[in-house]
């Protein structure tokens, strides 16, 4: 399977450890990734809020790229995959709209038909790979490790822009990739909640609250680490899962890891390849958990 | 707790009173047993009709539709009041900020309904009543009128004959209390849940028309039960008559639109009484589908439907899995409306003050579907209730600041309370025999849906009568075997049922002494119209200890002399 | 067919009052809703099961409760629509809400919050005579939020209330649409003024769950969009959400993508030394595993960037 990559801002920024993690997975699934390097931000549902057509004149720019090329479109980003059905959904529900937006496009020699699939790296693993290309390279299952699935906001909602109707595993994906490397799956209400990230700067209590209240929830539980396809997500509870704690006068310390590192630790990388290092919730106790060195 | 004017009720019609008193000065409660927006009103979907001369309507084609619509018998001034002030109160709702759906020029747009000639029916899209809900609701929080959301009124206050306040229960607590007031409107609605199946929501008990007869006010043409030709199988929700009115037809199994047979004029928009027994008679006669007919509006397009009957489209997929774009929907006649109810004159007052010849009960006025002006006689028009719930609701409320400036105000003790707080300790306190409130109240409404239905006659109403006293027998026996005072809905349910018991009784006496068939009203044991001896009101009198006292009321004419109904 | 169903219970009069899950099993038809399965529950099993209900059609919104984890109308929720969980189906009250008994919960706060948007028309001059002209469209939009029945549902599972109960909150932010968008209604600035202030529209955090469990189609958390778009349009541009949102197309229009760095410095301000010195042992820790994103300068745009910025500028000129 050939995807066009778009791997998003905040991986190529301030989650660069996503990226590498990516890049040391996907080659032992038998996929290929050719990266939109031209692609815009997505406007994570943010740029939209004060102009929607902007936003879907870029996402429709991008998506027009990838049929072009006539590949599908791999994300790893919940908030970039959100957007981008969000957006695909508007251009194929009105035709009218769509032609508005490809005239935009049409100086650069593009446009869009309303073809491209998008799908988030979770459910190019459990809908387009055979499950033994992915589920037989988890050579070291992680037994005995407890994750907290963490989805982010746009892979959950709107269900029917994600098309859950169709595919009602999608809704569980998170949870299912977690079971599938052997870790134990820690069910908690949280899953699928704010983490806070969009409102950090504009109303930080509440964004704090927040982060404190799942990492807190998780630990309740007895999850030794939180997993998120989202580093929208990670930024929040983990870059300022230190600020939160110190709000709430409180230590917490929940490792966070993007799904393609727990993933990776399962088929036997290292953490150093995996970057989780640069995770700012150190997981050096989780890890040894399941013998491996941080 | 001391009012001017308290008004027992917040849908649209005590919602529109308690505006009109608050602009008079008067200071207004609203109660409730639910919140206001919670109200029946919510499920007219259709519109509200109103005859506008600048759109080449009148109001008189209007009054005669609606006069022709009652087969007669409602009354023909208050008819002309209707149809008069329809059109001022379109605007004010507007001006309180009502959306109504516009034509492309700009202007309200209207629909056609059942048994009316022209489109005059103003609507928003197909959820009209809860529009104007909401939007009074609005009002109601700008001119900061209070409301005792969730407390069940147990009853009214009557001394010497003149009715000062409620007596009350809030729910969240359980506490007793009297509310005063010098003048009283009851705006609760109707009695649906009288019947099983119902259109009606499970709010809708009667408890107003119960308040009233029980305090001495009598109930008038209760024998006059509308049956919706439009209702779901499956749990008797109501399917808006927008959708005929906006072109959707009826068939039966043989793929015939039946009613050409039965209204070669107005077809599927005929009076609703009128395609009630036309359906009723295609299931009886064998081309029935599963018990039901067709409603069909594939050829309305996609657009149209998803458009103008949104509401009506998610109802019919939600409840029946039924795509209205694609499929016919299985519907069928069930009891929808009270076109009677507690007797009011033209200013909702529920006593007498012009000689007129009946009994009633000083300082308590009733207005919309639990009271009877009577402008919907023997059966009411689509889209004439919600123009019936504002213009008497105003006039009403008009009426009750006026008469409680004149009243000066009564010493009544607390005390006035130990009586509904001992019924409601009785009550808790009763000895489990297996029965239950639940249990009466679906062996009146399956025994009123198959004896005082679309069809009746004297031996299936003698039934009914003996059924329903030995419902009343066990009744007073029923347990309440949740025995908190916090949101006791069961203790709630068995007071209701009290109300429903005696709303029901009076609708069989009724039925029963009205020897013709008129309107709603169709006895196959008299099948036809008898204008010499019927054209007269049945008042219901309740006397304690005793059978109901019936009194008979001429009908109220002015220009339109009887004449044969076709449609 | 019987399935059971777990309820949430709560008797405020017992002698030890706490919340515990029932079990009950019941014979439900294939076309049955959860609400009928707790009215079959409360008239033949357990009278004491406190439920509001009333229009059974989705309208009056009395009903609304969680089932299964999320915030639903139970007589719109069809027991063979609930997926998953072993045929258990979960009832519990609203979320965000006192409980005052079982599945009833104190909506006074949610009516509070309804009033603090001025939810009423304000017009000024005289009340016209005959109908507002207006096209249909500028008013036909507005019947999806007009649909609102105010049930409770959209707040139950807001995720910005439970962190903040002063978060005016979804319902009461879709009702102040209602008239901002209203072409007949003279308020406007000023709504948008008052909804530009703490606990107001930039508190809502984007997460869609009220769009996700609104049963009438409200779309509350679009609403709020719009409502956000009116109010920066509006010249409304001196909040922390505003110039994020701004300082956000700025930095596509510059970059491309996302540039961290120059975004929080475009919606904190520059000199806005207390917020920064927040963030300061943020940075730091990023700076120490390694992560720190390049700020300005350092954060080079997109190859093809002429394609970009002519999109934007197209767009805003056509506003």
């Known amino acids: 399977m050939k995807y066009a990559f778009y791997p998003g801002c905040v991986s190529k920024g301030a989650c660069p450890e996503l990226y590498q993690s ?12 050719e990266e939109l390097t031209e692609a815009a931000c997505t406007g994570a549902g943010c740029l939209q809020e004060k102009d929607q057509l902007l936003g879907d004149t870029l996402n429709a720019r991008t998506l027009a790229m990838a049929e072009h090329k006539g590949l599908p479109i791999m994300t790893i980003c919940s908030t970039c995959q959100g957007v981008f059905a969000q957006a695909n959904k508007r251009l194929n529900d009105d035709p009218d709209y769509l032609a508005e937006i490809n005239k935009m496009l049409a100086p650069e020699g593009l446009k869009y038909k309303g073809t491209t699939v998008v799908k988030h790296f979770l459910w190019v693993l459990l809908e387009d790979l ?14 005995t490790l407890r994750a907290a699935p963490f989805y982010g906001c746009y892979l959950q909602r709107p269900s029917e822009a994600l098309g859950f109707d169709e595919h009602p595993e999608r809704q569980t994906s998170l949870e299912q990739v977690i079971a599938a490397t052997g870790a134990e799956v820690v069910d908690f209400a949280g899953k699928d909640r704010c983490c806070g990230l969009p409102i950090l700067t504009i109303n930080e209590p509440n964004s704090m609250a927040m982060v404190h209240k799942h990492t807190t929830d998780a630990k309740t539980l007895g999850a030794d680490v939180m997993v998120t396809p989202c580093p929208l997500c990670h930024l929040n509870l983990d870059g300022l899962q230190h600020t939160a704690a110190s709000r709430h006068n409180t230590t917490i310390d929940m490792p966070i890891l993007h799904f393609p590192q727990l993933l990776g630790l399962a088929m036997g990388l290292d953490s150093k390849s995996l970057g989780l290092k640069r995770n700012i919730m150190s997981p050096k106790a989780a890890l040894e958990k399941v013998g491996v060195a941080l | 707790m001391q009012h001017d ?16 008193a608050n602009a008079e000065g008067a200071n207004v409660a609203l109660i409730t047993k639910v919140y206001p927006v919670r109200s029946h009103s919510n499920a007219a979907q259709g519109g509200i009709n109103a005859a506008l001369t600048d759109r080449g309507d ?22 002309t009041l209707l149809s008069q002030d329809a059109g001022p109160e379109i605007i004010a709702l507007e001006n309180m900020g009502v959306i109504f759906s516009r034509n492309d020029d700009g202007r309200l747009g209207t629909r056609r309904f059942g048994g009316q000639k022209k489109a005059r029916t103003f609507f928003v899209s197909d959820f009209t009543g809860q529009a104007i809900l909401h939007v009074l609701f609005e009002q109601i929080l700008k001119t900061n009128i209070p409301t005792y959301n969730e407390w069940f009124v147990t009853s009214l206050v009557i001394e010497d004959g003149q009715c000062y306040g409620v007596v009350a229960m809030e729910m969240e607590t359980g506490n007793v209390q009297f509310i005063q007031a010098k003048s009283v409107i009851i705006a609760a609605g109707g009695l649906g849940r009288v019947y099983e199946p119902s259109t009606n929501a499970l709010i809708c008990t009667g408890d107003g028309m119960g308040l009233a007869y029980q305090a001495g006010a009598p109930l008038m043409d209760m024998e006059m039960v509308q ?4 209702t779901l199988k499956a749990n008797g929700l109501l399917i808006s008559e927008a959708v005929r009115g906006e072109g959707g037809h009826l068939y039966n199994s043989k793929g015939e639109r039946f009613m050409e047979k039965y209204a070669p004029n107005m077809l599927e928009l005929a009076s609703r009484d009128v395609v009630s027994r036309s359906e009723q008679t295609e299931i009886n006669e064998g081309r029935g589908i599963n018990g039901c007919v067709h409603l069909d509006c594939r ?9 103008r009957l949104s509401q009506v489209w998610e109802e019919a997929h939600t409840f029946s899995n039924v795509d209205m774009t694609k499929e016919p929907l299985p519907i069928r006649p069930g009891m929808h409306y009270q076109m009677g109810g507690v007797k009011t004159d033209n200013n909702g007052r529920c006593w007498d003050i012009g000689g007129g010849g009946w009994g009633g009960v000083r300082g308590l006025f009733a207005a919309g579907e639990a009271a009877c002006v009577s402008v919907h006689g023997g059966n009411r028009l689509g889209a004439n209730s919600l123009l019936d719930t504002v213009v008497y609701g105003k006039r009403s409320g008009l009426a009750a600041s006026a008469f409680a400036k004149g009243t000066p105000s009564k010493d009544i003790p607390s005390s006035i309370i130990s009586k509904d707080d001992n019924m409601i300790k009785s009550l808790l306190s009763r000895k489990d025999n297996k029965d239950s409130v639940a249990a009466i109240r679906l062996e009146m409404g399956t025994m009123m849906n198959e004896h005082l239905a679309v069809y009746r006659d004297q031996k299936g109403m003698e039934t009914a009568l003996t059924k329903i006293r030995s419902l009343r027998e066990r009744w007073k026996e029923v347990p309440v075997r949740n025995k908190g005072r916090i949101f006791n809905t069961t203790l709630i349910n068995a007071m209701e049922l009290g109300f429903m018991l005696d709303c029901a009784e009076a609708i069989i006496v009724g039925a029963l002494f009205r020897k013709e068939s008129r309107g709603a009203h169709v006895r196959l044991d008299f099948p036809e119209r008898d204008d010499e001896n019927w054209l007269k009101h049945i008042l219901t009198y309740q006397q304690p200890g005793a059978d109901p006292k019936i009194e008979t009321l001429a009908v109220r004419m002015t220009q339109w002399e009887p004449k044969p109904r076709v449609y | 067919m019987e399935k059971t169903i777990r309820i949430k219970r709560f008797d405020p009069e017992s002698k030890n009052p706490q919340a515990y899950h029932q079990e009950f099993k019941v014979e439900v038809e294939e076309s049955s809703s959860v609400l009928d399965a707790l009215i079959t529950i409360r008239e033949s099993i357990d009278e004491s099961l406190a439920v509001r209900c009333s229009c059974r059609g989705a309208i009056c919104g009395s009903c609304g409760l969680r089932v299964n984890g999320q915030g639903t109308l139970a007589c719109k929720t069809k027991i063979n629509s609930l997926r998953g969980s072993n045929g258990t189906i979960t009832v519990e009250p609203m979320g965000n809400m006192a409980v005052v008994k079982d599945l009833v919960t104190d909506m006074r706060p949610f009516w509070e919050k309804i009033r603090q948007v001025t939810p009423w028309l304000q017009t000024t001059g005289d009340a016209p005579t005959a109908e507002y002209l207006a096209p249909p469209d500028a008013m036909t939009h507005l019947n999806p939020v007009m649909g609102c029945i105010m049930c409770g549902v959209c707040v139950s599972d807001c995720t910005a209330l439970e962190v903040d109960p002063t978060f005016v909150g979804p319902a009461a932010l879709a009702k102040a649409y209602r008239f901002v968008a209203d072409p007949r209604d003279a308020a406007t600035n000023q709504r948008l003024r008052d909804l530009d202030e703490p606990t107001g529209m930039w508190d809502c955090t984007r997460c869609m769950v009220c769009v996700e469990v609104c049963p009438k189609g409200v779309a509350p958390m679009d609403r709020i969009m719009a409502l956000r778009s009116k109010g920066m349009n509006s010249g409304l541009t001196d909040t922390y959400g505003a110039r994020h949102s701004m300082g956000f197309i700025e930095v596509v229009r510059d970059k491309g993508i996302l540039d961290e760095v120059m975004l929080t410095i475009k919606t904190l301000g520059l000199f806005n030394i207390s917020r920064f010195m927040g963030l300061l042992p ?8 390694g992560k720190l994103p390049k700020p300005g300068p350092f954060h080079k745009p997109l190859p093809g960037m002429h394609n970009i910025r002519r999109i934007v500028d197209t767009t805003e000129k056509m506003k």
């Open chain 1, 22 to 33: 990516v890049m040391a997975v996907y080659p032992k699934l038998g996929i290929t990734l």
């Open chain 1, 130 to 143: 055979e499950e033994k290309a992915w589920k037989d390279k988890i050579v070291k299952p992680l037994k």
């Open chain 2, 5 to 20: 004017v308290l008004i027992v009720g917040a849908g649209l019609a005590g919602m529109r009173a308690a505006y009109e």
């Open chain 2, 58 to 79: 009148a109001w008189e084609e209007h009054a005669f539709e609606t006069v022709k619509g009652s087969d007669y018998l409602g009354d023909q001034d208050s008819i």
């Open chain 2, 227 to 230: 049956y919706h030709p439009t």
């Open chain 2, 299 to 307: 050829h309305l397009g996609e657009k149209f439907i998803k458009e």
């Open chain 3, 282 to 289: 943020v940075a730091i820790r990023s700076l120490l595993h």
